[in-house]
């Protein structure tokens, strides 16, 4: 984990999660599968993106989520997502 940077709390508000308004969250991991067509290095690929997920509820709010990310699947994806990991 890096260091938070020093700033005052009490001047922070906090922040709750878009479904519930709990304010708790876990690290958790999409997972999206690239085609070899889409792929930089021209195989199929499984790119994970971090966000935070709500613990009570599981929501990811959006603004955690790149935002060409398509909410439907086997849509293509952007690159500039962290480092891929190939497949087979
Ligand atoms: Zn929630």
């Known amino acids: 984990m890096q260091q ?3 700033v005052d709390l009490s001047t922070s508000t906090a922040y ?4 519930c308004e709990h304010d708790t969250f876990k690290t958790v991991f999409k997972l999206r599968t690239v085609s ?3 792929s930089p290095s021209g195989e199929e690929m499984l790119v994970p993106i971090q966000a935070f ?5 599981g929501h990811i ?3 955690f989520l790149p935002k060409d ?5 086997d849509d293509g994806f ?3 997502v962290g480092d891929g990991i190939l497949l087979g």
């Open 53 to 57: 997920a709500c613990v009570h509820c």
């Open 16 to 19: 709750t999660c878009d479904n």
């Open 4 to 6: 938070q940077p020093n």
């Open 78 to 80: 952007s690159d500039g």
């Open 69 to 73: 990310l398509p909410d439907n699947e």
């Open 61 to 63: 709010n959006k603004e």
């Open 36 to 38: 070899a067509i889409a």
